[in-house]
């Protein structure tokens, strides 16, 4: 006999991406075949403030496995510790810690544990209700690729894929007017997705978080490339990166989310400084949502689909507070905790980035 939950709860919260609605279905199917019942969440966290919940069937998750988005919508507003109630005179936000209530709501509705599909923010979100002693099963889910513990997380290769296609399609336009394409992709502080989908699609210029541009750099590899009769070149920036002797640029503040800071703006910049320093034209394109939306790829629903059923193992065996993992390739588990707070970035000794020098790609550092 083990202690394996009998009704679980399942939610999705932070920002959406490609693959959400494939875990939503694995976990359900594979629970139901297991005698477990599922109550889905709406809107992340939010769901459990507001007590918007119900039953999930057989039925619902039927036919959802390539669509993009979530069925239960998500959040990334919805911190149950820090949730905005109102503002003050000044028009700042009321912060209260609603998590008590929101432990009320999961206990009233007989949730033995709690599938919680995010990024580090929702497996932070997680906290209290860990602390308190309702089990989080965490699934791993953001396009950035940066959770702390797992090599992978889905929907980051979707997201690669849909910009290493849009930096196949800038390539030929920027060849037929001999221009300097930017492309701005998206990751937060981590380069993942430019580093794969630069080198992907084949960027002369790949600009990460991790290693801080020079401009001077980057407009002598134009150069040199234009001696060589490239007309055309095709830079692929992180919205994380960040010249030498400058900062990341910051598209908005939302004091109300737990990951405040915007970013975006530095494909702008670039190309800005492109035509400034140089006498060649430069265009950039900010791939920006595009990246979260549409269907998973292929690879993305069936990661989805292994963390979907390593989920619900891990609640039949009655483990507590675990997130899957892919470590070495392999579906793996480690304590939600290890996963909290931290961002996986790229590590200067990746193998990848030696790749793309080794075929004359630069990081605008030399
Ligand atoms: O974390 C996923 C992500 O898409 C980041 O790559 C990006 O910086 C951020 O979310 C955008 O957030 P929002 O959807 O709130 O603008």
Redesign the pocket.
């Known amino acids: 006999m083990t202690d394996s939950p009998r009704r679980i709860g399942i939610l999705t919260g ?4 490609p693959g959400l609605n494939a875990v939503i279905r694995a976990v359900t199917k594979d629970a139901i075949y297991n005698g477990i019942e599922v109550i889905g969440i709406e809107d992340g966290f939010l769901g459990l403030i507001e007590e918007r919940l119900r039953p999930l069937t057989y039925p619902d998750v039927s036919d959802i496995l390539t669509t993009g988005g979530t069925i239960l919508g998500s959040s ?1 507003k919805a911190n149950p510790a820090r949730f905005a109630t109102g503002t003050d005179a000044s028009g700042r936000p009321i912060f209260e810690d609603v998590s008590p209530r929101c432990l009320e709501v999961a206990k009233s509705a007989g949730l033995e544990a709690l599938v919680v599909v995010g ?1 580090d ?1 929702t497996m932070m979100c997680a906290q209290p209700f860990v602390a308190a002693g309702l089990s989080c099963i965490g699934v791993p889910k ?3 690729n ?1 959770i702390v513990g797992t090599e992978l997380s889905f929907g980051f290769l979707t ?1 690669s894929h849909v910009a290493t296609e849009a930096l196949d399609r800038v390539h030929t336009t920027a060849d037929s007017h001999g221009r300097v394409l930017v492309v701005e ?4 502080n981590a380069g993942w ?1 430019a580093l794969h989908s630069g080198v992907a699609g084949g960027a002369d210029v790949i600009l990460l978080p991790e290693i801080p541009f020079d401009m001077d750099a980057v407009c002598e590899k134009i150069a040199r490339r234009r001696a060589r009769g490239k007309r055309s070149t095709v830079i692929c920036a992180a ?2 990166a960040r010249p030498k002797d400058g900062t990341q640029i910051v ?2 503040v ?1 004091p109300s ?1 737990p ?1 405040p800071i ?3 703006g530095i494909a702008a910049f670039v190309a800005a400084e492109v035509e400034a320093r140089t006498d060649v034209e430069a265009r950039h394109v900010v791939l ?2 595009t ?2 939306g549409g269907s998973p790829v292929p690879a993305d629903r069936v990661v989805a689909t292994m963390f979907g059923d390593g989920a619900i193992e891990l609640v039949k065996a009655g483990k507590r507070n675990r997130m899957v993992a892919m470590q070495a390739g392999r579906l793996t588990d480690i304590a939600i905790e290890e996963s909290m707070g931290g961002q996986r970035l790229v590590a200067l000794d990746h193998p990848l980035i030696a790749a793309a020098r080794s075929v004359y790609t630069s990081f605008g550092d030399e």
Request: proline letters at 0%; one cysteine or more.
């Open positions: 932070g920002g959406d991406c990334n990024g923010g953001t396009i950035d940066d997201a992709v998206m990751g937060r997705i919205e994380g598209r908005t939302d989310s990951d915007k970013l975006g920006g949502h990246q979260r």
